[in-house]
Structures are given as structure tokens and as C-alpha cells.
């Protein structure tokens, strides 16, 4: 039988900002999110890819070979950055996460084993999100303020979670240009829109285990559609909100082609530049809201 009865959609609302501005009157902003999903990458599917050498040293390169790039190059544009670690990342890799601290940039939660949280119970999602936060409160001294979902999965339950744990923005949807506000029955949540034109994954996913699958686009492709991207939130005054793989984009070549878009993007003096959450905190700003407890 066919069924043409409409979908029960979740209970989330969508807040939007009439009047939305950058600090200073800019342009547009940018935030650098870098998704450091190590070794959980792998895993997160399978706990079994933990003994497929070459899927975790594929994904082990954007931490010990990468990452050291990575923030060198942020240090040189004087560009701060937001990197989004899975817990177990984060414990199998302190001195990774010291070293994003001690630079300036924020560490944000996404997940313990990079966990797609779609499809599971509350009580699964729970234990996920306070495992995950209490790892990177020990490592970093402070709870994580924000969260983007691994797999961009992510229901009106997981908002209220994030509301029950202080978490104060979430980096999934990708509804809008400008941040908005997301909330349920629990509260409201700084919601900073993402794209998939922004994501690494698309054009230079890889996926060793079990498929053995790559995408192989060249850099030159990816710097021509981030920089129209970028050309275009600029003109529109969005939000030019990145999902880069130090493991994808932290390959050399690629890495060169960023250090480009980099000096293209530095040359306007209309953009603003932040963490994540600095853009969190610009909007409860201009919302007159207030954030989760800190």
C-alpha cells in the first residue's frame, strides 16, 4: 500500500536574526572548522578497522604529519581556526590538543568515536556526548561550547542534549547563510550553518576500510569552488563556515592550493575572523540571549 500521508517532521524551530551584522560592520565571517577525526574515523564505522594498518595510518597522517602544517600556516595568516576532535582522538593524542591550545584555537566536541548520533537511543546519544565532553574537559581545562555532528547526523534529541549539557552552538544544518538560532522545548542553540561545498569530503574523502574507496579531485579544483564560495558569502554577507580533514586538505599540494585561498581571502579588510565560538558569542550579542552556563 502507498503512503501519502505527510511526515511527522521533528519538533525543532528555526529563529532567524532580522538585520544581521558582523562585528565592525564587516563583510561577511569566517570560521576555520577543521574536523580532526584520527583514528575514530575509521572506527566509528567499524571498531574492527582498528586492525586495518593502513586505514589508521591513513588516518593517523592528519595528526602526526599534518597537523604540525596545519597550525604552522594558521600562525603565519595569524588566522585562528576551530578543531572539532572526537574524544577518543583527543586521548590517544594530548599532545595535539596542547598544542591547538597553546596557539589560540578552540577545541570542540564531535563525538568519542566519531559516532553518527542518527538512529540512536538517548540514553546511547547521552553516554556519547558526556563520555566525549569530560575527555576534553580534563585535556583542555574547560567544557567544550560547541559540537558539529559526525556524519551530519543529528535529531531534535540531540539539540536537547547539547541544551542539558551547556553546550552553546551546533555546526550541522545548513539551512541558511548567516548564523540562526535552533531550539526545542529545552532551549536555544547558536546554530552556525555549514555546506557541503565547504566539505573536504566530497572531493578528497577516502575511505580505506572496508571499501578501499578514494576521491581524488586535483587541489586546483577545490581552491577554484572554495574561493567562489567565499567570493559569494562575501557579497551576500554569510557565513563562510569550513569542514576541512586534516587527513584530506593537510596533504601537501592541497595544503599549498589553502595557503592561496588563504592570501585571497587576508587581501579584503571587510572580513571578519573567529573561532566558532566567537561567532557564537557575537550572535547571543545582537540576540540579547544568553548562552548555556559556561
Not at 595535539?96 to 578552540?106: F, P, S, W
Request: glycine share 10%; proline share 6%; net charge negative.
Amino acid at each position: 500500500m502507498i503512503d501519502l500521508t505527510p511526515p511527522a517532521y521533528p519538533e525543532v524551530s528555526v529563529r532567524t536574526l532580522p538585520g544581521f551584522v558582523w562585528p565592525e560592520g564587516k563583510a561577511c565571517g569566517v570560521t576555520i572548522g577543521w574536523h580532526v577525526d584520527g583514528e575514530a574515523g575509521p572506527l566509528g564505522w567499524d571498531r574492527g578497522a582498528a586492525a586495518h594498518l593502513a586505514a589508521v595510518s591513513e588516518a593517523a597522517y592528519g595528526i602526526t604529519t599534518a597537523m604540525p602544517r596545519i597550525l604552522d600556516m594558521h600562525r603565519r595568516f595569524g588566522i585562528p581556526a576551530t578543531f572539532f576532535v572526537p574524544g577518543h582522538v583527543a586521548e590517544r593524542h594530548p599532545a595535539m590538543i596542547e598544542a591547538i591550545l597553546v596557539e589560540g584555537h578552540e577545541v570542540a566536541h564531535h563525538g568519542y568515536m566519531h559516532e553518527n548520533v542518527f538512529g540512536l537511543s538517548s540514553e546511547h546519544e547521552r553516554a556519547v556526548f558526556e563520555h566525549a565532553s569530560s575527555i576534553l574537559q580534563a585535556l583542555t581545562g574547560r567544557a567544550p561550547r560547541g559540537w558539529s555532528a559526525p556524519g551530519w547526523g543529528m535529531t531534535a534529541q540531540t539539540v536537547d542534549i547539547m541544551m542539558d549539557l551547556g553546550l552553546d552552538y551546533d555546526a550541522s544544518l545548513m539551512e541558511r547563510d548567516t548564523p540562526f538560532l535552533i531550539g526545542t522545548a529545552a532551549g536555544e542553540l547558536v546554530e552556525l550553518p555549514i555546506s557541503m561545498v565547504l566539505d573536504d569530503w566530497a572531493l578528497f574523502g577516502a575511505s580505506l576500510h572496508p571499501a578501499g574507496d578514494a576521491a581524488t579531485a586535483t587541489a586546483a579544483q577545490a581552491g577554484q569552488t572554495w574561493r567562489e564560495e567565499f567570493d559569494g558569502l562575501r557579497h551576500y554577507g554569510g557565513l563562510f563556515n569550513t569542514t576541512f580533514h586534516p587527513n584530506l586538505t593537510g596533504r601537501p599540494g592541497r595544503l599549498l592550493m589553502l595557503a592561496e585561498l588563504f592570501s585571497h581571502m587576508r587581501s579584503f579588510d571587510d572580513v571578519w575572523w573567529g573561532t566558532c565560538e566567537q561567532a557564537a558569542a557575537h550572535v547571543r550579542t545582537l540576540d540579547g540571549s544568553h548562552g548555556a552556563a559556561a
